[in-house]
């Protein structure tokens, strides 16, 4: 029943402010903790995050606080779920009392499923430390490990389009305190468009003012003087001052041409299948789906090819299904 529970509602019923939240993991990690330290799957939209994979309790509590923001329709996924119980008790593929069972989920039901707990003994023998988080940040949790220990610099995000290299990025700006720089803002000045520049490999971005405004500035520990390229007018516009943080992420496709990665403690790349890239660019923007096809697609992929990006970054994250 708790099983099934936390895969309909998650951790909703567990939440309160963030400072109890930390404060809270904070105290069972000083205490005698279970010693997973696995993910454990539930049958829905949630995870079972054991407190020894070894996050930080900054990320821990992100990440369950995100988690409890998640749209849900719980109760019908309970009361699915509890009548296929009753079915495999039914059936025989459970060794449970059927009209023990009745009587146990009717009650529940009446008090309106209020959240059930680890009954004493099971807490004295197996000390449960865990919380519950939204799967979709499970192909992250390497990641986010990484840079709770090692705690990089500058990393990279490169990746095939679609894949969820801006989703990646904004949740890093909110687990961690990071600036986030795009390659996206340095596209090609009018005079840099040459057929030879455009027809190479990686070179369809201006890597080189980007290495000049931000990567140099960042390994000196500046400040930077970001100047957006206007894809509308076809201008950079004016400079704003964006103060030098210890962690910055660089996200976009290119961000690991080969100028580039002397500057990066870490490098990572998102790729996702090709029906579900081209259902989410779709879905982002139809009228530019064969724009993508045709142009942008081929130039990541000769990209990629060329320069055996996915192979030199330090971690590869599959984002189909995420």
Request: hydrophobic share 30%; net charge neutral; proline share 4%.
């Amino acid at each position: 029943m708790k099983f099934l529970y936390q895969s309909s509602f998650g951790c909703e019923h567990l939440l309160s402010n963030p400072d109890t939240v930390q404060k809270q993991i904070q105290q069972e990690l000083d205490t005698k903790l279970d010693t997973c330290n696995s993910i454990e799957y539930l049958d829905g939209d949630y995870v079972r995050l054991h407190l020894n994979y070894g996050l930080s309790v900054n990320t821990l509590s992100t990440l369950f606080i995100l988690s409890s923001q998640q749209e849900k329709n719980g109760k019908e996924q309970l009361e699915e779920k509890l009548q296929i119980l009753i079915d495999m008790i039914s059936n025989k593929e459970l060794p449970f009392s059927l009209n023990n069972a009745k009587l146990t989920l009717l009650k529940w039901k009446e008090d309106g499923y209020p959240a059930i707990h680890h009954s004493n003994t099971f807490n004295e023998l197996y000390h449960p430390s865990y919380r519950l988080i939204h799967k979709k940040y499970v192909p992250f949790l390497k990641l986010f490990k990484h840079i709770d220990n090692k705690h990089p610099s500058i990393i990279s995000i490169d990746g095939r389009c679609a894949s969820g290299k801006t989703t990646l990025s904004n949740l890093l700006t909110q687990i961690y305190d990071c600036n986030v720089f795009k390659m996206d803002d340095f596209f090609l000045q009018p005079h840099q468009r040459t057929k030879e520049r455009l027809e190479s490999p990686g070179e369809n971005v201006d890597h080189e003012r980007f290495e000049q405004e931000v990567l140099i500035p960042l390994s000196k520990h500046e400040d930077i003087k970001l100047r957006k390229f206007n894809c509308s007018t076809l201008s950079i516009q004016s400079a704003h001052l964006i103060p030098y943080k210890s962690f910055n992420v660089i996200e976009g496709s290119y961000s690991m041409h080969s100028d580039l990665q002397r500057y990066y403690s870490y490098s990572v790349f998102l790729t996702v299948d090709k029906q579900e890239q081209l259902s989410r660019l779709e879905k982002r923007n139809p009228n530019m789906l064969n724009n993508f096809i045709q142009r942008w697609i081929p130039l990541e992929e000769l990209y990629f090819k060329t320069f055996s990006i996915q192979d030199i970054c330090d971690i590869k994250i599959d984002t189909s299904k995420a």
